[in-house]
């Protein structure tokens, strides 16, 4: 129900442009997200953006990263700039609607040295 695209293999300093797509079944979206998870840690909130636009970063990566999103096609997208050996996990889009929260699959993206 969500679909994730626009991971990869990247290097330090590159940049990436993630998407996820909501389907028709999802509907009254209030805030969409994305988080990442390394192999073996927690899954972490990456940036978050409200119904009205409004957007919110984690610390490390602020200034680095925008999230924006498109409520005419109900996707969520993630620029993804100077990109850190770090950065490398699996990225997964998270959608919040009146009737619960929903998760994709995830999509990997690995930033090499």
């Given at each position: 129900?969500?679909?994730?695209?626009?991971?990869?293999?990247v290097q330090a300093g590159g940049s990436l442009r993630l998407s996820c797509a909501a389907s028709?079944?999802?509907?009254?979206?209030?805030?969409?997200?994305?988080?990442?998870?390394?192999?073996?840690n927690q899954r972490e909130w990456v940036a978050s953006i409200t119904s009205g636009g409004d957007p919110n970063y984690a610390h490390s990566v602020q200034g680095r990263f925008t999230i924006s999103r498109d409520n005419a096609s109900k996707t969520v997208y993630l620029q993804m700039n100077s990109l850190k050996v770090e950065d490398t996990a699996v990225y997964y889009c998270n959608v919040f609607t009146t009737r619960g929260d929903f998760w994709g699959r995830g999509t990997q993206v690995t930033v090499s040295s």
């Open positions: 129900q969500l679909v994730e695209s626009g991971g990869g293999l028709g079944s999802i509907f009254s979206i209030t805030r969409m997200g994305w988080y990442r998870q390394v192999q073996g």
